[in-house]
């Protein structure tokens, strides 16, 4: 085959970094993939980097191991996520295939985002920027109080802290379930704020860790993102203090740690018995030794695992509303997929646990969101 055959035979619209995007979200090696392509490795790697053009025959059969539509791997070139521009929960904890397959779907998840504000006016980020630099370092107390009065929230709890992120400008999507291990993450792209959440926890747990990629938002803005146990914790500390106000915990009178007060206390901040604990034991409501035996109790009584007096599960206002509205006119998820040349099932894990599964009925929207909304459809 001469050279000018061979280029046309080539699949000329070819993304070398969809093709790496796609191997990451399947959590396949390079050596795996060539073999369920019936390919060398040494042509794949040529692939993945730019240094070799497959044959459309040859990205039909990458296409169908790696179960993405032909369309996905002749769409733009995407533009990698840099590791240290993203804020992990735990990042020790989790392996470097489940923290790939997790950035790699974040990106699909960018592209969704664009497709739809090229066609909605979402809310403007509005997140204090509450990095310093140097030396200097802001303390999380009063970074969540400078958020808490930012946002007009005074000293009441928060009611639903997904629909106060996306009010807020912050555009969330779930975890998908092959990342179950990888309990949240957090990062800005090109002036926007995103963030990833485990819709497997508990309703409390997805609380607390949206409020703790919150800190990182804040505190953590720019380019290389610090990622240490000194900002975990910074996190963490930001996180209770954002959900459980320090004159709101006081005002409770709260004393000891019997653990049956506890879970009646912790439904007025809608958290975590245990998160409650970890705030009063900072506030100096609870002694060390309180503190450990409330813990021990907590765990005794398979509180850690499965919280007592559990509350529902948080979801989006503004997926909600984008979907509903899109299946008036006919768009269901199945055509936004196909619109971005992603298998369905793609889209309905960014979605999933997120949006009531009411919404391809055109059911009402869930209790209590029928308030003023920031969506507006692009004509």
């Not at 533009?79 to 923290?99: C, D, G, H, N, Y």
Request: with cysteine.
């Amino acid at each position: 085959m001469s050279k000018g055959d061979r280029k046309a035979n080539s699949f000329e619209q070819f993304a070398p970094s969809r093709l790496k995007l796609a191997r990451s979200r399947r959590g396949v090696t390079k050596r795996k993939l060539a073999e369920l392509a019936e390919i060398s490795t040494r042509s794949l790697t040529a692939y993945e980097s730019g240094n070799q053009q497959p044959t459309r025959e040859t990205v039909d059969r990458l296409a169908k191991a790696l179960d993405f539509p032909l369309e996905f791997f002749g769409a733009p070139d995407v533009e990698e996520l840099p590791l240290e521009s993203v804020s992990f929960r735990a990042l020790s904890k989790i392996t470097a295939r489940q923290r790939d397959q997790a950035l790699a779907a974040s990106l699909i998840a960018l592209d969704l985002a664009h497709w739809i504000e090229r066609r909605f006016t979402l809310p403007e980020p509005n997140l204090p920027n509450l990095a310093v630099g140097g030396i200097e370092r802001i303390e999380p107390e009063t970074a969540s109080e400078a958020v808490r009065s930012e946002w007009g929230l005074g000293e009441r709890p928060i009611r639903n802290m997904i629909h106060l992120l996306e009010s807020n400008g912050v555009r969330v999507f779930s975890l998908v379930e092959e990342c179950e291990e990888v309990d949240a993450f957090s990062f800005w792209r090109r002036g926007r704020p995103y963030m990833f959440l485990n819709i497997m926890k508990s309703g409390e747990r997805s609380r607390m860790d949206a409020a703790h990629e919150l800190g990182h938002l804040c505190l953590h803005r720019g380019g290389d993102v610090p990622q240490g146990k000194k900002e975990e914790a910074d996190a963490k500390l930001f996180a209770t203090a954002f959900l459980m106000p320090r004159s709101s915990v006081l005002s409770k009178a709260l004393r000891g740690g019997r653990v049956e007060a506890l879970i009646s206390a912790k439904r007025f901040w809608m958290v975590s018995v245990g998160a409650l604990a970890y705030r009063m034991h900072d506030l100096g409501l609870l002694t060390d030794w309180q503190y450990r035996t409330c813990f021990i109790e907590i765990s005794r009584l398979g509180y850690r695992r499965n919280e007592p007096n559990p509350i529902i599960r948080e979801t989006s206002q503004i997926l909600y509303k984008i979907l509903s509205a899109l299946r008036a006119e006919g768009i269901t998820q199945g055509t936004i997929a196909r619109s971005l040349g992603i298998p369905l099932s793609e889209l309905n894990k960014l979605v999933f646990g997120l949006v009531p599964t009411g919404v391809e009925g055109g059911s009402r929207g869930p209790a209590g969101n029928r308030g003023k909304s920031h969506l507006r459809m692009v004509e």
